[in-house]
């Protein structure tokens, strides 16, 4: 098993990653584990430590093996350092980013209205296998990264698609590591995407995510919470909020996928 | 007055735009503005007719005049086209996007759990004037986007803010103009910044702002709803939806801020 901090190192070049092939759904690198690639290219680059905001647009998957990371300041300021940050294999972009980089701290909110989601206790929940009989694909992702599942969104499992449109569960990094800002990315962009909940059984390519850390995460396993508002014209939004073993707001992402239904 | 469709206008050479001081908020530049002014340059360069999505990262602010984007392609598709643009003044970089341009349609959704938000009709709601008594700072873009909001949001503007942070209003263009896929972006950022109605009177500036358009708006209004999870270490993330005047999404939107509070 590749640990996350294996699988997102990156060469004494400080721009050469190696994509690992476990950190995949079907045949594709999952998104958030690119992102956290070129996440940590850019923190080698910043004297700024965390990682704010990321912006990634998704131009055609790599594959597992040999990619170069660009990175481009575009601003640094005093609190928050803006960079571009490019994904290429065989000459090839693969995936382009703009990142914020800045500060995070542990502080309660200064005022907040979100809340911790409603989903029964880790134990209660059911973990996602990377096989599972009649899915469409394997998810290797789902050995490196455990995915506990609230049952009641498990119906499209076992041929009962739900109209709710919510995943939502408990994740832990397998290889036992506590979750940081850049691994956070991982789990903004959670298994399985919602449309495959209402039934839709085919690829849901992500065309641009959105994602943003919003303080230092506890130790322990992290909530996720997936929704989406729509799917029209062949896309989907999907929206996702982290929180830690704390009950704390750790991260929010949204993104933007294609899905054929 | 200048039109939105002049405002955004680019010259001959599809790359210099004259930036407009009347869609500014205090003395800087509106976000919205400047995104749909990138966007406009996209649209000038891509087979595809429509914004699908956009995330723009604020580097500096412009001043009202002459301004340089440069678009580059990053990969044309036969349904999506993915764009970088970046806006320019006296090369100097004062925003960077990445967009993603295809075909916008107005079908019904497949699936949707999205609610057209609860406000008050048109008419009862308020419209904000470009000054306020007690304001901090003018707001000439409210001479060219009439924002009428519901009442209920405007506790702060007599003294008594909200513990809400929600944002809820009707939005028209003032030259008279339907809602197009462009000047939608204008609408994903609304005043005021819902930290104004949490009672923080000082400017927010936007670090990062991420929008999707749904679906191609019908003539009349729009209806805006602006939400935020929460304000901690000086950053606030807002959300918007929003929703045509038939009661369809066209619009989602959310951007990371700084705050000081």
Same mark, same amino acid.
């Given at each position: 098993m590749t640990t996350f901090s294996e699988a997102t190192a990156l060469a004494a070049d400080g721009a050469t990653a190696e994509l690992d092939p476990g950190w995949a759904v079907g045949d594709k690198l999952h998104g958030g584990y690119l992102m956290a690639v070129l996440g940590r290219a850019v923190a080698g680059r910043s004297e700024l430590p965390h990682l704010l905001a990321m912006t990634t647009t998704f131009l055609r998957p790599p594959a597992p093996g040999p990619a170069t990371v660009t990175v481009d300041l575009l601003r640094a300021g005093r609190t928050a350092g803006q960079y571009r940050a490019r994904l290429e294999q065989d000459g090839r972009p693969c995936a382009e980013a703009l990142v914020t980089q800045g500060t995070l701290d542990s502080s309660a909110a200064w005022w907040g209205r979100a809340k911790v989601p409603d989903l029964p206790a880790e134990e209660d929940c059911l973990r996602l296998t990377a096989e599972a009989p009649g899915s469409p694909f394997t998810v290797p992702l789902l050995d490196l990264v455990e995915h506990r599942l609230d049952p009641a969104c498990l119906g499209f499992a076992v041929g009962q698609p739900s109209q709710d449109g919510r995943v939502a569960?408990? +994740?832990?990094?397998? @290889?036992? %590591?506590?979750?940081?800002? /850049?691994? =956070? +990315?991982?789990?903004? @962009?959670? %298994?399985?995407?919602?449309? /495959?909940? =209402?039934?839709?059984?085919?690829?849901a390519p992500t065309l641009s995510l959105t994602a943003y850390v919003r303080r230092l995460p506890a130790p322990g396993p992290v909530r996720v919470l997936m929704t989406s508002s729509e799917i029209t014209s062949g896309r989907m939004d999907e929206t996702v909020e982290v929180w830690d073993s704390t009950g704390a707001l750790v991260a929010q992402a949204t993104q933007l996928a294609g899905v054929r239904v």
């Open positions: 569960g408990w +994740l832990r990094l397998a @290889d036992g %590591a506590d979750w940081d800002p /850049l691994s =956070l +990315l991982i789990a903004t @962009d959670p %298994a399985p995407p919602v449309s /495959l909940t =209402l039934g839709i059984t085919g690829w």
